[in-house]
């Protein structure tokens, strides 16, 4: 059964950072698109970040306007997780944070919520002084 489990959240003063981890049990997250949505209180679930499966071969990456240069996708093959790097953050990116996978037949982001088949359950981030 695929499984996908985040951390790393958690309160963080403004101008902070946090690291996200997102770790699969059941399948190689290599082999899928992995992306990072969230979804603050009244608002729709948005994605952020998104990573390409290996078999794009370029690894390319995806990252909103809204946290372009401030947060960075990336993949550990060794120990199967996919990371959010999240710096200087805003009392903006307060949000439950999901990361989220594609069906394997597909190599590059989508940035439609409908097109991921496998979710997980979330982890809290929240910034404040």
Not at 42 to 62: A, N
Request: net charge neutral.
């Amino acid at each position: 059964q695929v499984q996908l489990v985040e951390s790393g959240g958690g309160l963080v003063q403004p101008g902070g950072s946090l690291r996200l981890s997102c770790a699969a049990a059941g399948f190689t997250l290599d082999n899928y698109v992995i992306a990072w949505f969230r979804q603050a209180p009244g608002k729709e679930r948005e994605i952020i970040s998104c990573i390409s499966s290996i078999k794009s071969h370029d690894g390319s990456t995806y990252h909103a306007d809204s946290v372009k240069g401030r947060f960075t996708i990336s993949r550990d093959n060794a120990k199967n997780t996919v990371y959010l790097q999240m710096n200087s953050l805003k009392p903006e990116d307060q949000a439950i944070y999901y990361c989220a996978a594609r069906a394997p037949m597909y190599i590059y982001c989508s940035g439609f919520l409908d097109e991921y088949d496998y979710w997980g359950q979330g982890t809290q981030v929240t910034v404040s002084s």
